[in-house]
C-alpha cells in the first residue's frame, strides 16, 4: 500500500466520477439520527442507500474482531484499537443499478463500540458498503481498499469522511494531589481511519469539490435553457389552441355572411377549409403536442426536474442536451402548423366585419 502518488488517486477520482458520477453531499444529520438513537442497522440502511444499494442490511455484533477493509493507525502510524466493521460479499452479487439488488440481503459486523463516535462509524460504513459497489460493478479494482475509500467520497460521503476519519481520544495517565495544587497528566491519542495520507485526502477532497461546481454551474445552464425551450414550447401550444378557436368563429362569421365578395384565390382557400376532416388534423396536431409536452417531465434525469440535482452524470448532461433538441424540434414543428393557421385566419379575417373581429 506504501508508496501510491498523488498522480495515482487524482486518476483513480477520474475514473470512479466516470463510471457512478458525482454526488452532492449527503445530509448528515439525516444519516446519524437513528444512530443517536442507538439504531445502527437503520443508520447502515441509510448509507447504503445513499450509495446506491437497495439493499436490505442485517447488523450483527462481533468483538473482537479484525477488519478486512479498514486501516486504523494513531498519528505516527501504530496500529491501535478502534471501532470496526466488515461486510460480507457473497459471490452472487447483482449488478450495480439493477432490479436484483432491492432488498437483498447484506451482512454486516460491528463492533460493540460503533456508538460511540457517529461519525467515525459513518465513514467506516460507507467505506465498506463501497466494496459492495465496487463488486456489483464487477469493478477490477473492486477489492482495492484505496477505491474503497475514493467510491463514498465521490458518491457524496467527502465531508463525513473528512470529519470521521480521526477520532481523538484523551485519557488521565496520572493524577496527584498536593497540599496548595494539584497535577493531572493527560495523553491524547488520534486513531485515523481508512488508507489516505492527509495530503491525499486534501487532494481528493478539494477535486471533488471543483468537479461538483463544474458540474453544478453546466447542469444549471443547460436547466436554465430547458426551461426556457419548454416555457416557450408550453407558450407555443396555449397561442395554438386560441389560433384555432379563433379559426373556428371566423368560420362562423364568414358563413354568416354570404353575400360578401371575395377573390377567387381566397373563395378557393375558404373552400378548403370547409373540407371534412380539416379541422380535425389541427386537432390532431393540438392533442398530440399537449400528449408530448406532458411526456417530457418524466424523462427529466433524475434529480433534474426539481431545483435542485443531487446526482451529476456524463449521462445526465447528454439526457438534458436530447431533450433540448427535442424540444427544439416539436417546437420548430408546431410554429410550423401555427403560421398555417395564422395565414387561414388571415384570409378569413378580410370577410368578417368589423365589429365581429371587435
Known amino acids: 500500500m506504501e508508496g501510491v502518488s498523488n498522480e495515482y488517486i487524482s486518476n483513480a477520482v477520474d475514473q470512479l466520477t466516470i463510471q457512478l458520477g458525482v454526488k452532492e453531499p449527503v445530509a448528515v444529520a439525516t444519516i446519524l439520527k437513528p444512530l443517536r438513537a442507538g439504531n445502527i442497522k437503520e443508520c447502515t440502511q441509510r448509507i447504503a442507500a445513499y ?6 442490511v442485517n447488523v450483527s455484533h462481533a468483538l473482537p474482531m479484525v477488519s478486512t477493509g479498514l486501516a486504523k493507525t494513531d498519528c505516527d502510524g501504530r496500529g491501535v484499537g478502534g471501532i470496526t466493521a466488515q461486510v460480507s460479499i457473497p459471490s452472487y452479487l447483482p449488478f450495480y443499478g439493477t432490479p436484483g439488488l432491492e432488498k ?12 460511540k463516535y457517529p461519525l467515525a462509524f459513518a465513514a467506516i460504513m460507507a467505506h465498506e458498503l463501497s466494496h459492495i459497489v465496487l463488486h456489483s460493478l464487477q469493478h477490477k479494482e ?18 463525513v469522511m473528512k470529519d470521521g476519519r480521526k477520532v481523538k481520544e484523551t485519557q488521565i495517565v496520572d493524577s496527584r494531589n498536593y497540599v496548595v495544587y494539584s497535577q493531572t497528566l493527560t495523553q491524547t491519542t488520534t486513531t485515523t481511519y481508512g488508507y489516505l495520507t492527509d495530503s491525499q485526502f486534501k487532494l481528493v477532497f478539494d477535486k471533488i469539490d471543483r468537479i461538483l461546481k463544474e458540474y453544478r454551474a453546466s447542469c444549471r445552464d443547460s436547466k436554465q435553457g430547458l426551461r426556457r425551450k419548454l416555457t416557450d414550447y408550453e407558450k407555443g401550444i396555449r397561442v395554438y389552441r386560441h389560433q384555432l378557436s379563433k379559426l373556428d368563429r371566423f368560420m362562423k362569421y364568414v358563413d354568416r355572411d354570404r353575400t360578401t365578395r371575395m377573390s377567387q384565390e381566397n373563395a378557393a382557400r375558404i373552400i378548403a377549409i370547409h373540407q371534412p376532416g380539416y379541422f380535425d388534423r389541427f386537432e ?3 392533442r398530440s403536442n399537449e400528449e408530448k409536452c406532458e411526456q417530457i417531465y418524466p424523462r427529466l434525469p433524475l434529480g433534474l426536474s426539481s431545483s435542485t440535482a443531487s446526482h451529476y452524470t456524463t449521462k445526465t448532461e447528454g439526457s438534458l442536451r436530447l431533450l433540448c433538441n ?3 424540434v416539436l417546437l420548430s414543428s408546431l410554429e410550423q402548423e401555427c403560421l398555417v393557421l395564422k395565414n387561414d385566419i388571415a384570409v378569413l379575417k378580410k370577410y368578417v366585419s368589423f365589429w365581429a373581429r371587435l
Request: with cysteine; hydrophobic share 45%.
Open 284 to 286: 390532431n396536431i393540438l
Open 51 to 56: 450509495l446506491g444499494l437497495p439493499v436490505e
Open 104 to 115: 437483498f440481503p447484506i451482512f454486516v459486523k460491528v463492533s460493540e463500540n460503533c456508538l
Open 142 to 159: 473492486r477489492d482495492n481498499e484505496f477505491y474503497a475509500d475514493l467510491t463514498p467520497m465521490v458518491l457524496g460521503f467527502s465531508k
Open 326 to 328: 427535442d424540444v427544439d
